[in-house]
């Protein structure tokens, strides 16, 4: 495993494991069998775990994290709080829900700009507090656009910073991914910390897995990189690629056998788009959501790319 620093804190995993997958959003396995993946991840040397209160998956890492030395550990997580109340649950929530005493990251979720930063600065003065006591380390946004991260230097409270980052910029609202380079490169000189997400395009760049990874490999601005993963090959895989080591062949084709599916997030807002450019005629709008037909699904993903918001994924 290649570890990086967290600020002070060192030997963090530099692959940090998105549990979104584990979710029930988007993974329908038994609690004991994602938390069996986290520990085969933990054994490997991953110690790096970013979740948020959306995923609904905090009992998972509090199964997880209970036989382990906390402190060996970089739990990450997120809300969309945007005053001291909501701050105050959202922190709450998550301590009492992972059984932990402090948060090593709490972020603020899917941040647009400075502007919208702004609008939630109740809520950032009140993390503030929590960090002066210790129960937050660092704080932070997650973002998928290029004008938050960019927006990122005009505040000294931001230390943490994670967009959306991958080849082909997938996702990305207001950019594309040479805009985002640009943006985290200048993030770093203001020494944010930057983790990518979502480096295989939400499943869309599932067919050239190397090539994604080292993309990100290569920018050296990126400290860190978060990937979703639900089955012990892509934990091996995902090492493999960090490393730079050659896949064994059989892991390799598990990963390609694996069964996928398209997954339509529930804030679609039945626009459209997306369905006008399946050439299958897979996506309908039905009651003011898009319905995705797996009969006719090939898994193309080329309605990705019309969902500026991000909510077609493939898993
Ligand atoms: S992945 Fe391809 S086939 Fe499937 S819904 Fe999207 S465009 Fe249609
Ligand atoms: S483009 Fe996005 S928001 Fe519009 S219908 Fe498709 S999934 Fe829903």
Redesign the pocket.
């Known amino acids: 495993m290649i570890y990086t620093s967290l600020f002070e804190k060192e030997n963090v995993s530099k692959l940090c494991y998105g549990t979104l997958s584990l979710s029930i959003l988007q993974n329908f396995d038994t609690l004991e069998n994602k938390v069996n993946l986290l520990n085969y991840a933990y054994e490997k040397g991953i110690n790096f775990l970013d979740t948020a209160e959306l995923y609904d998956n905090y009992n998972i890492l509090k199964e997880f994290i209970k036989d382990k030395d906390r402190d060996k550990l970089t739990l990450a997580t997120k809300s969309y709080a945007y005053d001291k109340k909501t701050a105050e649950y959202s922190v709450n929530k998550a301590l009492k829900e992972l059984n932990t005493d402090y948060l090593d990251v709490f972020m603020l979720h899917e941040q647009e700009n400075g502007n919208n930063f702004l609008g939630h600065y109740e809520a950032v003065e009140r993390f503030m507090k929590y960090k002066e006591q210790g129960i937050i380390k660092h704080f932070g946004i997650s973002t998928h656009r290029v004008q938050a991260v960019r927006d990122s230097i005009r505040f000294k409270e931001i230390e943490f910073v994670f967009p959306l980052f991958n080849m082909k910029g997938i996702g990305i609202q207001d950019g594309t991914i040479e805009d985002m380079i640009h943006a985290v490169k200048n993030a770093k000189e203001n020494n944010k910390f930057i983790m990518a997400m979502k480096i295989y395009g939400g499943g869309h760049l599932i067919n050239r897995p190397k090539e994604a990874f080292e993309f990100v490999q290569n920018i050296r601005e990126v400290d860190s990189i978060a990937v979703g993963m639900s089955t012990t090959e892509e934990i091996d895989a995902n090492i493999c690629y960090l490393e730079n080591n050659e896949l064994n062949v059989n892991i390799k084709n598990k990963i390609r056998n694996q069964k996928r599916t398209l997954v339509?997030e529930e804030w679609?807002?039945?626009?459209?788009?997306?369905?006008k450019k399946c050439r299958q005629n897979a996506?309908h709008?039905i009651d003011g959501?898009?319905v995705v037909d797996m009969n006719k699904c090939v898994l193309c993903s080329y309605?990705a790319g019309?969902?500026t918001?991000f909510?077609?994924k493939i898993v």
């Open positions: 339509v679609c807002i039945g626009c459209g788009k997306c369905a996506l709008i959501k898009c309605c019309e969902c918001d909510y077609i």
